[in-house]
């Protein structure tokens, strides 16, 4: 009778799942492996193989294990062929100019890379040399990295932009999951990885609140409570998980945004990729003229519209979750200068000047636009005048 690879036996005795376990953690790395190779066994003694079976016990977290994975698939496009003890600082170096020109000729990328992205690929790199023996003194003396960039500040749509992008949204049912994917991003302050790391057990909505945990928090001064506040983005939960309901999800460990598989299949155990919704996402950007558009912005934009609503910078900390200093300092601006207007508003004898962000937190489902458009082709869908547009 043959045995099941994954079965353990009574008292482990002749237990072939522990016997592989062994031989997994057993087997070598070697420098004369290709780093395909190598990051397959490096990556695999870091991860616990569940079979289908969602569990928190991990030695890394599945967002460490995702970035890996990608850093590692982009590595391979140029060192595939080469084995770890071949490889020297002059193509670390050449991997940096190539992979920050996208140069054809060294390898298949589909776009450019930023130096802090490229700094982690090598890193990876690296750090399978390092495992298997194959990084040496020669390679610390003679690599360079690149030096480290502090990113620019972020987009923010401005109101009559975020109008736009919202009711343009609304008006095609190919666009709705955009649609509610926005709503609950300008409400709630989530990120792209935040998003897509949500579970059914993170959301209680008759609680009216969201919880933001480890998985897809960038660090762990962003693991938050959110709070629901609005019949809008309540219905735009509601939308999501009816939409991850008739995908396959379920439990509480499910995603909200299961990963599609093939076909009209999905795994509610497994995240929706960060290219899951690049299709109607790019429809949209050129619909609305907003070309710039990345689903990182709408974190940027729902804080901007705090800030512009004269919101205490230590209450979008606590909404948005942790803010570098520059970023804290480029929204306490933008808040100070809403302050600025209500003084000037109460002691100056003048009429309150337009504030952008004065309805962030209103909602009006029968609301009358103020700028023209399209009208929904669904009339029972309530529409974002009031989102920061007001």
Same mark, same amino acid.
Request: charged content about 20%; hydrophobic content about 40%; aromatic content about 10%.
């Given at each position: 009778?043959?045995?099941?690879?994954?079965?353990?036996?009574?008292?482990?005795?002749?237990?072939?799942?522990?016997?592989?376990?062994?031989?997994?953690?057993?087997?070598?790395?070697?420098?004369?492996? &290709?780093?395909?190779?190598?990051?397959?066994?490096?990556?695999?003694?870091?991860?616990?193989?569940?079979?289908?079976?969602?569990?928190?016990?991990?030695?890394?977290?599945?967002?460490?294990?995702?970035?890996?994975?990608?850093?590692?698939?982009? /590595?391979?496009?140029?060192?595939?062929?080469?084995?770890?003890?071949?490889?020297?600082?002059?193509?670390?170096?050449?991997?940096?100019?190539?992979?920050?020109?996208?140069?054809?000729?060294?390898?298949?990328?589909?776009?450019?890379?930023?130096?802090?992205?490229?700094?982690?690929?090598?890193?990876?790199?690296?750090?399978?040399?390092? /495992?298997?023996?194959?990084?040496?003194?020669?390679?610390?003396?003679?690599?360079?990295?690149?030096?480290?960039?502090?990113?620019?500040?972020?987009?923010?749509?401005?109101?009559?932009?975020?109008?736009?992008?919202?009711?343009? %949204?609304?008006?095609?049912?190919?666009?709705?999951?955009?649609?509610?994917?926005?709503?609950?991003?300008?409400?709630?302050? !989530?990120?792209?990885?935040?998003?897509?790391?949500?579970?059914?057990?993170?959301?209680?909505?008759?609680?009216?609140?969201?919880?933001?945990?480890?998985?897809?928090?960038?660090?762990?001064?962003?693991?938050?409570?959110?709070?629901?506040?609005?019949?809008?983005?309540?219905? %735009?939960?509601?939308?999501?998980?009816?939409?991850?309901?008739?995908?396959?999800?379920?439990?509480?460990?499910?995603?909200?945004?299961?990963?599609?598989?093939?076909?009209?299949?999905?795994?509610?155990?497994?995240?929706? &990729?960060?290219?899951?919704?690049?299709?109607?996402?790019? %429809?949209?950007?050129? !619909?609305?003229?907003?070309?710039?558009?990345?689903?990182?912005?709408?974190?940027?934009?729902?804080?901007?519209?705090?800030?512009?609503?004269?919101?205490?910078?230590?209450?979008?900390?606590?909404? !948005?979750?942790?803010?570098?200093?520059?970023?804290?300092?480029?929204?306490?601006?933008?808040?100070?200068?809403?302050?600025?207007?209500?003084?000037?508003? !109460?002691?100056?004898?003048?009429?309150?000047?337009?504030?952008?962000?004065?309805?962030?937190?209103?909602?009006?489902?029968?609301?009358?636009?103020?700028?023209?458009?399209?009208?929904?082709?669904?009339?029972?869908?309530?529409?974002?005048? /009031?989102?920061?547009?007001?």
């Amino acid at each position: 009778m043959k045995r099941n690879p994954d079965q353990h036996t009574l008292g482990h005795l002749h237990c072939p799942a522990c016997e592989r376990a062994i031989a997994l953690q057993a087997e070598e790395l070697s420098p004369l492996m &290709t780093f395909p190779e190598a990051f397959d066994i490096w990556i695999g003694q870091r991860v616990i193989e569940n079979a289908g079976i969602w569990s928190n016990a991990r030695y890394i977290s599945e967002r460490s294990e995702r970035d890996l994975r990608q850093y590692a698939r982009a /590595a391979s496009k140029f060192f595939g062929l080469l084995p770890l003890s071949e490889i020297h600082a002059g193509h670390l170096r050449e991997y940096q100019r190539a992979r920050a020109l996208c140069d054809a000729s060294c390898g298949a990328w589909e776009k450019r890379a930023g130096a802090n992205l490229i700094r982690k690929e090598i890193q990876t790199v690296i750090r399978v040399m390092r /495992a298997a023996g194959a990084w040496t003194q020669r390679h610390e003396e003679a690599f360079e990295p690149l030096a480290t960039v502090n990113n620019d500040v972020p987009h923010a749509m401005t109101p009559e932009e975020q109008h736009r992008w919202l009711h343009v %949204a609304s008006s095609r049912e190919a666009w709705r999951v955009i649609y509610w994917w926005s709503l609950l991003a300008l409400q709630t302050t !989530a990120a792209t990885n935040e998003m897509r790391a949500l579970r059914f057990g993170d959301i209680f909505i008759s609680q009216g609140i969201l919880q933001v945990r480890n998985e897809g928090a960038k660090n762990k001064f962003r693991i938050r409570t959110v709070p629901l506040q609005t019949p809008e983005v309540i219905w %735009a939960l509601e939308g999501l998980m009816e939409r991850a309901r008739q995908m396959g999800a379920s439990g509480p460990h499910h995603y909200l945004f299961p990963i599609h598989v093939t076909g009209d299949r999905y795994d509610p155990l497994r995240p929706m &990729t960060a290219w899951g919704l690049r299709k109607p996402w790019d %429809a949209m950007r050129s !619909a609305t003229n907003l070309d710039w558009l990345t689903p990182y912005d709408l974190r940027h934009t729902a804080i901007t519209r705090m800030a512009e609503a004269g919101v205490p910078i230590q209450v979008i900390m606590s909404f !948005a979750g942790h803010i570098s200093p520059r970023m804290q300092q480029h929204y306490t601006t933008i808040s100070m200068q809403a302050k600025r207007r209500w003084a000037a508003a !109460a002691w100056a004898g003048s009429e309150m000047p337009y504030a952008p962000g004065a309805g962030w937190s209103a909602y009006t489902p029968h609301a009358e636009p103020q700028h023209p458009g399209p009208q929904s082709e669904h009339p029972g869908w309530p529409l974002p005048y /009031a989102v920061g547009c007001r």
